[in-house]
């Protein structure tokens, strides 16, 4: 392997490393299933792309930004408020984290990369701001998804009253708006919680080193459990993932019985 791979190679593991990283704020305010730092930047990107109004050429920037801004804290972590660092000191650990991650690469790519995460730093362009709301947006409506998904209306309500303010242009202020609407209003939403269904079958279906446990056709398990669910969420639209992990283990536990 050459050299510039074994760069390559590596920057992309500290950028794995984003998936395994929570977001502390989440931990510290006992949220259950936090989200990682990678979760979080996805969501962004994913966000940039629904800017209405926006060129094409800044919508592109944006998702650049979006997705380099958060990057240093797969070597350094989600350093917070409630950390005790300064604010400068957080800024001189991530710099000098980017600095290490951007030397992985062929220099024309880190280059760029480094650029970016200084132009969102120091918020002088309409791109960074936007993004900048973005990070505040995607967090509120997190906060949201958490007050839904633990049936706790309310306990994040200190990241409303602490950022809601903070968000500067027309188009996530317009965003942010309908978000608070809807929190107030206990507009119910129909999250995704059991859209993960494959996700769950492989848990059930499988041992630690990817075996297969069940000798019977995969199909007739697919075609059993999304007709199991379907029944299941008409009776109880509040079917959570762990009840349906259980439901899944049962049907599982059946089939396995019905081939013997």
Request: proline content about 2%; glycine content about 4%; some cysteine.
């Amino acid at each position: 392997m050459s050299c510039d791979m074994d760069g390559v190679l590596e920057f992309l593991l500290y950028v794995g490393q984003a998936k395994r990283t929570f977001r502390t704020g989440w931990v510290l305010h006992g949220v259950e299933k936090v989200e990682s730092v990678a979760d979080h930047m996805y969501r962004m990107a994913v966000m940039s792309l629904l800017l209405p109004t926006v060129a094409e050429e800044s919508k592109v920037r944006c998702m650049k930004l979006a997705l380099v801004h958060d990057l240093a804290e797969s070597v350094v972590g989600d350093l917070t408020e409630f950390d005790g660092i300064p604010k400068s000191e957080k800024h001189r650990r991530e710099s000098e984290a980017m600095l290490y991650l951007t030397s992985l690469l062929p220099a024309d790519v880190g280059r760029e990369i480094f650029s970016l995460f200084n132009e969102y730093a120091d918020q002088k362009t309409n791109e960074a701001t936007l993004v900048k709301d973005l990070d505040i947006f995607d967090m509120l409506l997190q906060a949201y998804e958490y007050e839904k998904l633990q049936c706790d209306n309310g306990f994040l309500e200190d990241f409303f009253k602490s950022s809601s303010d903070k968000i500067k242009t027309d188009i996530i202020q317009k965003w942010l708006k309908q978000l608070i609407e809807c929190r107030s209003s206990g507009k119910q939403y129909q999250l995704p919680s059991d859209s993960n269904l494959n996700t769950m079958l492989k848990h059930v279906l499988y041992d630690e080193q990817g075996t297969f446990l069940y000798k019977f056709p995969s199909s007739e398990l697919r075609e059993k459990s999304n007709r199991f669910i379907s029944n299941k969420t008409k009776d109880n639209n509040s079917l959570s993932t762990t009840d349906t992990n259980e439901l899944l283990t049962n049907l599982v536990k059946g089939i396995k019985h019905q081939h013997h």
